[in-house]
């Protein structure tokens, strides 16, 4: 086949038909419009670049359309090349997204965005939701919002800061009860909660879960809780190097207990080993941090109510 009509196929077939012919199906709580996420069973699959690129977040496979016909089939380049000319044509299902529209004006820029947004403030949209959708203490939630990493985001969600080594603004995590994604045109570096000389690094995989093992250990003395967003960026790389090769820092993978949060903490690892620090894994109880919170929280109220 002349390289044109390569060029043909990639841009008439998107990946998510091949997911979906596959028996993938689409996570639309963890996805974004530039980053879709698709699982089958314990499998997971991104799809990037408005459909004609993917990646393996637990490994390290990715490419195109034909690299992902590849990857699930075990085939060869000639038959994956005519498993998708197979599926031009294929209705994909039609995501139906939470949100239609962004809450800015385009051509604001992120820190202008972040700065005109509004601070939680008590009883608010989003202090309730932090405080009784996702268990976290009004304690935790006024440390954060003095600490300038949290905003009121629309529809009762979170904005929760990311910055770089400087303290600027870089994006942020947006979570409620409806939406999962992160600012549009912002950068993911890392969501940071603590006293930026604390050497005890605990990085989690969502600033949800940051906040919630901020609270169960009550802001531990020289620790600092910090999220990498569920991402894995060059910049989120650097910053954690950045943060481990002082004297005397530890890095604690606070990531989840499953095949995912592994991955991390073995990243993690290779940070530390390369930086020098020191290395531990914290894993919740439960899935994730948050989980473990909620379920806390839940005990507390049931041992109180049986005391009353």
């Not at 169960?216 to 950045?242: C, D, F, K, Q």
Request: aromatic share 8%; glycine share 8%.
């Amino acid at each position: 086949m002349e390289k044109a009509d390569l060029e043909e196929l990639r841009a008439q077939v998107p990946c998510s038909a091949v997911l979906e012919e596959a028996g993938f199906a689409l996570d639309l709580k963890e996805s974004t419009r530039k980053a879709m996420k698709y699982r089958r069973g314990s499998e997971i699959i991104i799809v990037i670049h408005d459909g004609k690129g993917w990646f393996d977040p637990l490994g390290d496979d990715k490419g195109d359309v034909f690299n992902l016909v590849e990857h699930l089939h075990g085939v060869r380049f000639v038959e994956a090349m005519l498993e998708v000319a197979s599926l031009v044509g294929f209705e994909l299902s039609e995501p139906v997204w939470e949100r239609q529209s962004r809450d800015r004006k385009p051509d604001v820029s992120v820190s202008e965005r972040w700065r005109t947004r509004r601070k939680p403030w008590k009883e608010s949209a989003t202090w309730r939701y932090l405080r009784d959708q996702r268990g976290l203490s009004e304690r935790i939630i006024r440390i954060a919002i003095a600490a300038n990493r949290l905003r009121e985001g629309p529809h009762g969600s979170m904005w929760a800061a990311h910055t770089d080594s400087d303290g600027a603004i870089t994006g942020w995590e947006e979570r409620g009860p409806d939406w999962r994604g992160f600012a549009a045109g912002g950068a993911k570096v890392l969501f940071r909660l603590g006293r930026p000389d604390a050497l005890r690094l605990c990085v989690t995989e969502a600033a949800i879960d940051a906040l919630s093992l901020a609270a169960i250990e009550e802001m531990r003395a020289g620790s600092v809780y910090l999220s990498a967003g569920g991402g894995w960026s060059p910049a989120t790389a650097e910053a954690l190097r950045l943060l481990a090769a002082r004297p005397g820092a530890e890095l604690v993978a606070a990531t989840d207990a499953n095949k995912q949060g592994n991955v991390f903490a073995e990243r993690l690892y290779e940070i530390a080993e390369e930086a020098g620090a020191a290395w531990s894994r914290l894993l919740p109880p439960l899935d994730d941090w948050n989980d473990a919170l909620r379920a806390r929280t839940k005990e507390r109220e049931a041992e109180e109510n049986e005391e009353g």
